[in-house]
């Protein structure tokens, strides 16, 4: 076909979809599970499939009106989420609409000003009160979810309209943002806000961000807030995931298997109101049991904050407001208790807690480590020489073992110090055998960096051990560069000796046997474990910091003990805790079933939680 025919062709193409899709301007375009589709106008985002609609519709069987209503913008699994069968009952229960927005240029994510346009959801709305013949819509308060990207949106729906805003969910996203921005009209409702995070969701997110943000919005905003961390779950690897099995609720037959984004999004046989592909998994917490806790959270909210047999008809309710003396208080630091984590730092600064600290530990600091006295390395160990910009590139590493060990190895060192293997040593780790052996040089790239991702880790968890023996050849200062994040721990240990990342150390001439630990809770694309020379100012800059570091580790240790058995209980009575403010330096929980449901979801398999 010549190119000029081509071209005439597909504009021809073009100008019979765009005539297609404002000819069913007022069509009803239906779906499985929604009984109402219709398309939006363009310039909101909308007509962009001409058979299936930009906004979808579900009201509970025969009602003729409303009372509440939850919306829900589009990304990957959000529209099974409002299909859920538990959702759903909730929904029945309260008479609450639901309106699932599959293109919506909202208007009012990702920017920092404020809004030029902020009633495109109420124009939505008011469609939908047309489409269905149900005045409600158009006034009724609601209840806002999140994923991901769309994470913004549940948030920002309460900055510019609290009043209507029952509660929010943000689900595997780093929201809510604190401080609100200028333009939010907060004004001490008390809107209820759940935020779901994988353990190791972005590098750890869920402590980093989320935490000290909710715990701000607790204390300064009156938002009775509270979050949920997925034990062994990023941003959605569930084990009833379609990105990880061919079919939901079928076993996964191969962590590596995995089917593509339009393959899930397009398989309307899955949408079957999430009934059919859950396979249980009595030692795992499944995309299905995080659901059913939302739908939980959901039932408390609407009975916690609409009135009863209020009907937003002709204009807006009134919502109720909570005393924060009811319900369940929860420890800011329960998810590590119930979770056997380590203590993950609230940093405070002038009564908040700073969002995204530089670190959760110190950096830097200064060393001396003096070599191996007496020390020949054994037939077989790569001795290789300090060169500065790269990792030593040669090693001996053990055989993955696909799973991380309990401890964390940059605070629980146990026999690692000791540790001088050479090929064919075996080790046990977490009742995994492994040995060392020659690490083959295709998985070492010219920096001396370990590749791993797709190459020697094979699942999410991970734990390599990398030895090799540096020879110094004259007394000099260096500074380690051994990354790290909350869930990629490196620890190095120098002739034995623990070192940090970015702390300069001071080396003499002589041999260093050098032993590596990585445990990951989360894909890594590299290890990468070099040496930089340390100019003057690095060298009394790090010797500065680590003075400061040891003294104030002497005046904290006397106070940790008396801190310990002063703690708090994980989940506590409100009315327990008489002090305002120390109720608003918790999470807090409405109910006795959501306590109870919050304590199950995060409690360890065959654990009795305190």
Same mark, same amino acid.
Request: aromatic share 8%.
């Given at each position: 076909?010549?190119? !000029?025919?081509?071209?005439?062709?597909?504009?021809?193409?073009?100008?019979?979809?765009?005539?297609?899709?404002?000819?069913?301007?007022?069509?009803?375009?239906?779906?499985?599970?929604?009984?109402?589709?219709?398309?939006?106008?363009?310039?909101?985002?909308?007509?962009?499939?001409?058979?299936?609609?930009?906004?979808?519709?579900?009201?509970?069987?025969?009602?003729?009106?409303?009372?509440?209503?939850?919306?829900?913008?589009?990304?990957?699994?959000?529209?099974?989420?409002?299909?859920?069968?538990?959702?759903?009952?909730?929904?029945?229960?309260?008479?609450?609409?639901?309106?699932?927005?599959?293109?919506?240029? !909202?208007?009012?994510?990702?920017?920092?000003?404020?809004?030029?346009?902020?009633?495109?959801?109420?124009?939505?709305? /008011?469609?939908?009160?047309?489409?269905?013949?149900?005045?409600?819509?158009?006034? #009724?308060?609601?209840?806002?979810?999140?994923?991901?990207?769309?994470?913004?949106?549940?948030?920002?729906?309460?900055?510019?309209?609290?009043?209507?805003?029952?509660?929010?969910?943000?689900?595997?996203?780093?929201? +809510? !943002?604190?401080?609100?921005?200028?333009?939010?009209?907060?004004?001490?409702?008390?809107?209820?806000?759940?935020?779901?995070?994988?353990?190791?969701?972005?590098?750890?997110?869920?402590?980093?961000?989320?935490?000290?943000?909710?715990? /701000?919005?607790?204390?300064?905003?009156?938002?009775?807030?509270?979050?949920?961390?997925?034990? &062994?779950?990023?941003?959605?690897?569930?084990?009833?995931?379609?990105?990880?099995?061919?079919?939901?609720?079928?076993?996964?037959?191969?962590? @590596?298997?995995?089917?593509?984004?339009?393959?899930?999004?397009?398989?309307?046989?899955?949408?079957?109101?999430?009934?059919?592909?859950?396979?249980?998994? *009595?030692?795992?917490?499944?995309?299905?049991?995080?659901?059913?806790?939302?739908?939980?959270?959901?039932?408390?909210?609407?009975?916690?904050?609409?009135?009863?047999?209020?009907? +937003?008809?002709?204009?807006?309710?009134?919502?109720?407001?909570?005393?924060?003396?009811?319900?369940?208080?929860?420890?800011?630091?329960?998810?590590?208790?119930?979770?056997?984590?380590?203590?993950?730092?609230?940093?405070?600064?002038?009564?908040?807690?700073?969002?995204?600290? #530089?670190?959760?530990?110190?950096?830097?600091?200064?060393?001396?480590?003096? *070599?191996?006295?007496?020390?020949?390395?054994?037939?077989?160990?790569?001795?290789?020489?300090?060169? !500065?910009?790269? &990792?030593?590139?040669?090693?001996?590493?053990?055989?993955?073992?696909?799973?991380?060990?309990?401890?964390?190895?940059?605070?629980?060192?146990?026999?690692? +110090?000791?540790?001088?293997?050479?090929?064919?040593? =075996?080790?046990?780790?977490?009742?995994?055998?492994?040995?060392?052996?020659?690490?083959?040089?295709?998985?070492?790239?010219?920096?001396?960096?370990?590749?791993?991702?797709?190459?020697?880790?094979?699942?999410?968890?991970?734990?390599?051990?990398?030895?090799?023996?540096?020879?110094?050849?004259?007394?000099?200062?260096?500074?380690?560069?051994?990354?790290?994040?909350?869930?990629?721990?490196?620890?190095?240990?120098? /002739? @034995?000796?623990?070192?940090?990342?970015?702390?300069?150390?001071?080396?003499?001439?002589?041999?260093?046997?050098?032993?590596?630990?990585?445990?990951?809770?989360?894909?890594?694309?590299?290890?990468?474990?070099?040496?930089?020379?340390?100019?003057?100012?690095?060298? $009394?800059?790090?010797?500065?910091?680590?003075?400061?570091?040891?003294?104030?580790?002497?005046?904290?240790?006397?106070?940790?003990?008396?801190?310990?058995?002063?703690?708090?209980?994980?989940?506590?009575?409100?009315?327990?805790?008489?002090?305002?403010? $120390?109720?608003?330096?918790?999470?807090?929980?409405?109910?006795? =079933?959501?306590?109870?449901?919050?304590?199950?979801?995060?409690?360890?398999?065959?654990?009795?939680?305190?």
């Amino acid at each position: 076909m010549p190119r !000029t025919t081509l071209i005439s062709t597909i504009v021809a193409l073009l100008l019979c979809v765009t005539a297609s899709v404002g000819a069913d301007d007022d069509a009803n375009l239906p779906e499985r599970h929604w009984p109402v589709g219709f398309h939006l106008p363009g310039e909101m985002g909308g007509r962009q499939q001409p058979d299936r609609g930009d906004v979808l519709v579900w009201t509970p069987p025969e009602a003729e009106r409303i009372s509440s209503v939850l919306l829900v913008p589009n990304n990957t699994d959000s529209i099974h989420f409002s299909e859920h069968t538990p959702v759903r009952e909730v929904a029945k229960r309260h008479e609450m609409g639901i309106v699932y927005f599959r293109h919506l240029n !909202t208007g009012i994510e990702h920017r920092t000003e404020e809004p030029t346009e902020p009633d495109r959801v109420q124009r939505v709305l /008011n469609m939908v009160a047309e489409k269905t013949g149900i005045e409600e819509f158009a006034h #009724a308060p609601w209840v806002t979810f999140g994923k991901s990207s769309r994470g913004e949106f549940p948030f920002r729906m309460a900055w510019l309209f609290p009043e209507r805003t029952i509660a929010g969910i943000t689900y595997h996203g780093e929201t +809510p !943002t604190w401080r609100p921005l200028n333009w939010a009209r907060l004004d001490g409702e008390s809107i209820l806000y759940v935020v779901v995070n994988g353990q190791t969701e972005w590098g750890g997110t869920w402590n980093r961000h989320v935490r000290p943000a909710l715990l /701000n919005y607790r204390s300064r905003q009156n938002w009775l807030a509270h979050q949920v961390v997925v034990r &062994g779950v990023d941003h959605g690897n569930y084990q009833d995931s379609p990105y990880r099995s061919d079919h939901w609720g079928e076993p996964i037959p191969d962590k @590596g298997t995995r089917i593509g984004i339009w393959d899930y999004l397009g398989r309307q046989d899955l949408a079957d109101a999430s009934k059919g592909w859950y396979t249980p998994q *009595p030692d795992r917490v499944t995309r299905i049991d995080v659901w059913d806790y939302l739908a939980i959270f959901l039932d408390h909210a609407l009975k916690a904050r609409v009135p009863e047999g209020a009907y +937003p008809t002709d204009g807006p309710i009134g919502l109720k407001q909570i005393d924060d003396s009811d319900g369940w208080l929860v420890d800011k630091f329960g998810i590590e208790r119930m979770l056997d984590l380590r203590r993950y730092r609230l940093v405070e600064d002038d009564g908040l807690y700073v969002v995204d600290p #530089a670190g959760d530990e110190h950096q830097g600091g200064y060393a001396e480590v003096p *070599p191996a006295s007496g020390f020949r390395p054994p037939e077989g160990v790569p001795v290789v020489p300090l060169e !500065t910009g790269r &990792g030593p590139g040669r090693w001996l590493a053990t055989e993955p073992v696909p799973a991380a060990i309990e401890d964390d190895p940059m605070t629980e060192h146990g026999d690692f +110090p000791e540790l001088r293997p050479r090929p064919g040593t =075996e080790i046990e780790l977490n009742g995994h055998r492994t040995s060392f052996s020659p690490l083959d040089q295709g998985y070492v790239d010219r920096r001396g960096a370990i590749a791993l991702r797709d190459r020697l880790q094979q699942s999410d968890e991970l734990t390599l051990l990398t030895y090799a023996v540096l020879e110094v050849d004259e007394d000099r200062h260096v500074k380690l560069d051994a990354p790290y994040t909350q869930n990629g721990r490196v620890q190095v240990f120098l /002739n @034995g000796r623990p070192v940090m990342h970015e702390q300069i150390l001071s080396l003499q001439e002589g041999h260093y046997p050098m032993l590596v630990v990585l445990q990951l809770r989360t894909m890594w694309g590299n290890l990468g474990v070099s040496f930089a020379e340390a100019g003057e100012q690095e060298i $009394e800059q790090g010797k500065k910091l680590q003075a400061e570091r040891d003294e104030l580790a002497e005046q904290k240790l006397p106070r940790q003990a008396d801190e310990q058995a002063e703690e708090a209980p994980i989940l506590q009575r409100a009315s327990e805790v008489e002090d305002k403010a $120390e109720r608003a330096d918790r999470f807090w929980i409405g109910s006795d =079933e959501l306590a109870e449901a919050w304590r199950k979801i995060h409690r360890l398999p065959e654990k009795d939680a305190d």
